[in-house]
């Protein structure tokens, strides 16, 4: 069966962010590209969640683990909601599956990039602002 292109560029990514290659992350990403680093905090932008990840990574220690732990993608035109069940772990972080939301693009070269990266899903609506 082929995987969607979509569960490929998130199977990338997450390779990605455990490895805290940050090249290949970020080329992933939209410029414009919004992260939820957690529920009431945003990084806008590729600059901006370069340094979201690198602190990250010195938050999990340089440990962080993640992985899908299944996935539906949606898509309509050059957009396309991803719903995942994600697990992100660390070190100093048990094992947690949050219920994930991402937005993919598809570029004027046909390659899909996140643009909206919200592995916390609905949590961000109980966020105190």
């Not at 998130?10 to 390779?15: H, T």
């Not at 932008?45 to 949606?74: P, R, T, W």
């Not at 939301?101 to 105190?128: M, P, Q």
Request: charged letters at 20%; hydrophobic letters at 45%; one cysteine or more.
């Amino acid at each position: 069966m082929n995987r969607h292109p979509i569960a490929l560029q998130i199977q990338k990514a997450d390779k990605a962010i455990v490895a805290e290659d940050f090249d290949t992350l970020m080329d992933i990403y939209t410029h414009d590209a919004i992260l939820v680093v957690m529920p009431g905090v945003n990084a806008v932008g590729k600059d901006e969640i370069l340094k979201a990840f690198k602190k990250i990574g010195v938050y999990f220690k340089h440990g962080l683990q993640v992985k899908q732990n299944g996935m539906k993608v949606l898509e309509s035109g050059n957009t396309a909601l991803v719903l995942a069940n994600t697990v992100v772990s660390g070190p100093n972080y048990p094992a947690t599956e949050r219920k994930a939301t991402y937005v993919f693009t598809r570029s004027a070269e046909g390659i899909w990039l996140c643009s909206i990266d919200n592995s916390y899903g609905h949590e961000v609506i109980n966020a105190k602002l």
